[in-house]
Every structure is written in structure tokens, then in C-alpha cells.
């Protein structure tokens, strides 16, 4: 049985907009998993006379706000204000503390070029794709030499997005781009896969067939689409489908919409989350 957590300070009647990471808080707790949570996406901006105000009068957290008060006129780090504001909540575990006040302290050693390329990473890793859109785009159009390799980065991650939210031209295009710039292989074999996606089998055919070059690429796209197919079939998803067929076939219609309708709201819930903040 995990440990009781004693909360502190009072729910606030207004919210705290963390805007770096996108999101509401409403108890210096909220707060805590934020930071522990969050801890790459949040810089200088993130600990100012705002966030102070808001954990004096919102959570009646006098002493806490007039302590980090005086550590920022002492220009102390973020690193240490979020750990003043950790330790004196007690919400997480030590090690969550310390882990938190390594990555700010990492992130503060690192140039806005480099911060803002580990935070689109990071972005787009946990799912949050207009906001990494949004720093892979800054990159782009406000980094003066911008090498090829790392351009091809960007575009190639680019793709990735476009793809999981369905935007297969889009995707296409991206990761064209990014073979273009970087010469990468596995680009080219994204590119034929959102391609392969955005036009009917006919035109696929035809495109591959014209196109000698991509003859290979187009065998190992082909390989890894059966591998998946392989592993789809033994997935939860497609025994459920499975079960649909036997109980359309036995007549048993109750039961049949009962698992179509799991099945469609599982989907749905995925596809929600998937597309938060969903590029237009």
C-alpha cells in the first residue's frame, strides 16, 4: 500500500498556466508533478514573480513564495527554485527531486539552438506534436546555417508527425525532403510508406515500377510491412476482430455490437490522444 500524501496550501479558485508544457494547475501538488513531469520543457520563464504571486495567494503559501522571491532577486537557479518548491511540498520521492533539478541544471548549460532541439525531441517522443511542431518550425526558419544533417533531422521527425496524424502527403513530402538533405535510407523508405498510404496500389505500382532507383528501397519497405502485418495478427486488436467474425457468423448481434463497440471507443480514446493539439 503506497504512503499517504499530506497535501498543503489551499485549491486555487484561479489556475496557474504553465505555458511552456501547455497546461493548468490548480494545487501546489499539480505544480509538483509538472515540474517532476515536465522538467525538460521549462526554462527561466517558467519560475517568474507570476508563478510566485499565484503559490502566495493562491495556495496560501506565503513563507514558500517570499523564500523563492528571495532566491530569484539572488539570481539563484532554476534548478534551485525547483527544488526549494519540491522539497518544501514533500510530494515526490528524492530521487524524483534530484533528477528533476539535474535536467534543469543540464538545460540551462545548453545554447536556446540546442534547448530548443532537445525539447522538439522531447515533444515529440511523449506524443505532444503541436508543440513540437512549433520548435522544430522556430529551428527552421531562425537558424541562419543550419546544416543539412540536422535540417534533415527536423524534416525526417517532421514526417513522423505528419504520419501518425494521418496526414500521409504531408508525411510524404517531409520525409522526401529529408532524404534530399541528409541522404538518410530509412527517410526513403518512410517516404515510400506515406506515399505507398496516400495513393491507390495502382498508382504506388506504377510510381515504383517508373522509378528503377527505389526498386530496393521498395523491397525493404515491403519486408517491414509484412513483419508488421505478422505481428498485427497475433495483437489484441485482431483477435478482437476475430471474434467479431464468429459471433456476425453464430447470429449472436448483441454480442457482436457490444465488442464493436470496445473496440470503437478504444480506438477513438487512442486517436484522441494522438492528436492533441492536432496540426492543421
Given at each position: 500500500?503506497?504512503?499517504?500524501?499530506?497535501?498543503?496550501?489551499?485549491?486555487?479558485?484561479?489556475?496557474?498556466?504553465i505555458e511552456k508544457v501547455g497546461k493548468n494547475v490548480y494545487c501546489i501538488e499539480e505544480l509538483c508533478y509538472i515540474l517532476v513531469n515536465n522538467a525538460f520543457l521549462l526554462d527561466e520563464d517558467s519560475f517568474g514573480d507570476d508563478l510566485f504571486d499565484w503559490i502566495d495567494h493562491e495556495c496560501s503559501l506565503e513563507k514558500l513564495s517570499d523564500e523563492l522571491r528571495s532566491m530569484a532577486m539572488k539570481k539563484c537557479s532554476i534548478?534551485?527554485?525547483?527544488?526549494?518548491?519540491?522539497?518544501y511540498v514533500g510530494y515526490n520521492s528524492k530521487k524524483e527531486v534530484d533528477r528533476t533539478e539535474e535536467i534543469l541544471r543540464a538545460n540551462a548549460g545548453m545554447d536556446v539552438y540546442r534547448k530548443k532541439m532537445a525539447r522538439?525531441?522531447?515533444?515529440?517522443?511523449?506524443?505532444?506534436?503541436?508543440?513540437?511542431?512549433?520548435?522544430?518550425?522556430?529551428?527552421?526558419?531562425?537558424?541562419?546555417?543550419?546544416?543539412?544533417?540536422?535540417?534533415?533531422k527536423i524534416e525526417h521527425n517532421e514526417g513522423v508527425m505528419y504520419a501518425r496524424l494521418f496526414l500521409f502527403e504531408r508525411a510524404a513530402d517531409m520525409f522526401f525532403k529529408a532524404y534530399k538533405d541528409g541522404g538518410d535510407k530509412e527517410s526513403l523508405v518512410q517516404y515510400l510508406g506515406a506515399l505507398r498510404m496516400s495513393i491507390s496500389d495502382k498508382e504506388y505500382v506504377?510510381?515504383?515500377?517508373d522509378n528503377d532507383e527505389l526498386y530496393e528501397t521498395s523491397m525493404t519497405l515491403e519486408r517491414k510491412v509484412n513483419e508488421l502485418e505478422e505481428l498485427f495478427g497475433s495483437s489484441k486488436t485482431n483477435l478482437s476482430v476475430g471474434t467479431l467474425a464468429v459471433y456476425k457468423a453464430e447470429g449472436k448481434m448483441n454480442e457482436y455490437y457490444d465488442v464493436v463497440g470496445n473496440i470503437t471507443q478504444q480506438l477513438k480514446s487512442e486517436y484522441r490522444d494522438l492528436v492533441k493539439g492536432k496540426v492543421g
Open positions: 500500500m503506497s504512503k499517504p500524501i499530506l497535501c498543503i496550501g489551499t485549491y486555487a479558485k484561479t489556475p496557474f498556466h534548478a534551485s527554485l525547483a527544488g526549494t518548491i519540491l522539497d522538439a525531441d522531447f515533444l515529440l517522443k511523449n506524443g505532444r506534436y503541436s508543440m513540437a511542431f512549433k520548435e522544430y518550425e522556430f529551428l527552421l526558419k531562425n537558424t541562419d546555417e543550419l546544416d543539412k544533417k540536422t535540417k534533415a506504377s510510381f515504383v515500377t
